[in-house]
């Protein structure tokens, strides 16, 4: 099987961890690409399974020898992707998940695009996200109309992406992930196209 890489993107509070979790065991060996961020620990999550914790300082030399595949400044705290774990992971033919942001998918785009399949996952309508974030209790109203602004600039961006899914439904959300996680193992590089071209010319 071939290696790809499947962008989500979307609001926080779309329900993107809960899609992953539902779809992990129906999509084939994956690896879940892991965050580095500078931003408090929350309760209940750990280092090295949820997100790398750094400090700001860290996570600046890292920028610095370009360990990074993509980083972005969100809400005053830098997150990023390390791209060593990607690569191993693309060799043994398994699908890396990212779950990043806007920003995020215009960086993998530009250095992985011809492999890489992106999926922008919503709530069917701003009342109900404004509804799901302010239920979790997780974060300060500040914190919930950060979030609130970002994802009314981020939906006019969903055309840049090629599959939209309205999460309203989660077990109707999670089989068109599944579908579009499979179709994305079929996306050939462009270096693999050209070489079945010649190929093909070559056994006239």
Do not use: C
């Amino acid at each position: 099987m071939n290696g790809a890489i499947l962008v989500l993107s979307g609001p926080s509070g779309a329900g993107k961890s809960s899609l992953i979790k539902k779809v992990e065991d129906k999509i084939g060996a994956f690896y879940f690409s892991i965050s580095t961020t500078t931003r408090p620990i929350r309760e209940g999550e750990i280092d090295g399974v949820h997100y790398h914790f750094v400090n700001q300082e860290e996570f600046k030399q890292d920028i610095k020898d370009e360990h990074f595949l993509e980083y972005a400044l969100v809400h005053g705290n830098y997150y990023g992707t390390s791209i060593k774990p990607v690569k191993q992971a693309l060799k043994k033919g398994e699908i890396v998940i990212f779950d990043i942001d806007v920003q995020g998918h215009d960086a993998v785009q530009n250095r992985l695009g011809d492999i890489t399949t992106s999926v922008f996952i919503t709530t069917p309508s701003l009342k109900e996200l404004k509804h799901r974030l302010s239920s979790r209790g997780t974060d300060t109203q500040d914190v919930i109309d950060a979030r609130i602004e970002m994802a009314t600039r981020e939906v006019q961006r969903i055309s840049e992406y090629d599959y939209l899914v309205i999460n309203d439904d989660l077990d109707i959300a999670a089989t068109q992930l599944v579908s579009i996680a499979q179709a994305s193992r079929l996306k050939l590089p462009s270096m693999e196209i050209s070489e079945f071209i010649y190929a093909w010319e070559a056994d006239a």
